[in-house]
């Protein structure tokens, strides 16, 4: 455990330093800032859903947009999920930081696109790098190229992410979550963002684009990373 100071030694990040302890005698009562590092609206607008069940509060990285991203060039989720939060964690002295990566992994394309679900289109040269404003339409048209003749049965594949929340370049924590599904033959909803238009939930009858936030952060493979980092807070 670290060595706790005064709270009138100016430093201003307070909570950063008691936090284990009083994580010791109490069960999250009031709500737990963690920055995060990603510019995505999409997994913003998630991660918050999913947090505020949980007594946390998920807030952008300030500045985040002046900051030169690093490159991501880890060949798992995990990997590439530390290298960002290590990273960012510099640029915010004593605050929590929490960095993910996320992605499609597709059983009948041996667990593809996997790490380079943002790029899939880009890399084979059929679209636009990430966040150029059409992205998601051009992976989800490429997607269904490559799985074209493929019977909906052996259409498998799941969402996984994995969160990691580092202070001060020095990883505290990593937690994952993952939901199962199938990909359809055309995309359904205009909900979600990313391949959720044809990720098919066969329980629900639903795509995670025709489910409402709520109900997503429940069973979202992002929900339930989320879900599993507040255990091990609050452990």
């Known amino acids: 455990m670290e060595e706790t100071k005064p709270a009138h030694d100016g430093d ?14 109490y069960t999250l009562p009031m709500a737990f800032r963690l920055y995060a590092a990603t510019t995505s609206q999409g997994k913003l607008r998630d991660f918050r859903t999913a947090a505020t ?32 939060a290590v990273y960012y ?15 499609l992994e597709v059983d009948a394309l041996g667990g593809a696109p996997g790490v380079r679900s943002a790029r899939f289109a880009a890399d084979a040269g059929m679209g636009k790098a990430p966040n150029s404003g059409d992205t998601d339409a051009q992976n ?12 909906p049965v ?8 994995v969160l990691v929340t580092a202070r001060d370049g020095v990883v505290l924590h990593t937690a994952e979550g993952t939901v199962e599904g199938l990909i359809l033959e055309a995309p359904r909803g205009t909900g979600g963002f990313g391949y959720d238009p044809l990720f098919y ?25 989320i879900a599993a980092l507040l255990d091990m807070l609050k452990a």
């Open 140 to 151: 989800n048209r490429f997607l269904l190229q490559r799985l074209a003749g493929v019977p």
């Open 201 to 225: 939930l066969p329980a629900l009858g639903l795509t995670m684009a025709e489910i409402d936030l709520e109900t997503k952060h429940t069973l979202s493979h992002r929900g339930r990373a």
């Open 89 to 103: 964690s510099r640029f915010a002295p004593g605050e929590w930081v929490l960095a993910d990566d996320s992605g």
């Open 12 to 25: 201003s990040s307070i909570m950063g330093r008691f936090l284990p302890a009083m994580l010791a005698d």
């Open 154 to 161: 052996q259409r498998t594949a799941r969402y996984r992410c």
């Open 53 to 84: 069940a949980h007594s946390l509060t998920i807030e952008p990285l300030p500045r985040l947009e002046e900051i030169p991203a690093p490159e991501e060039d880890g060949l798992t989720f995990a990997a590439n999920a530390t290298l960002k």
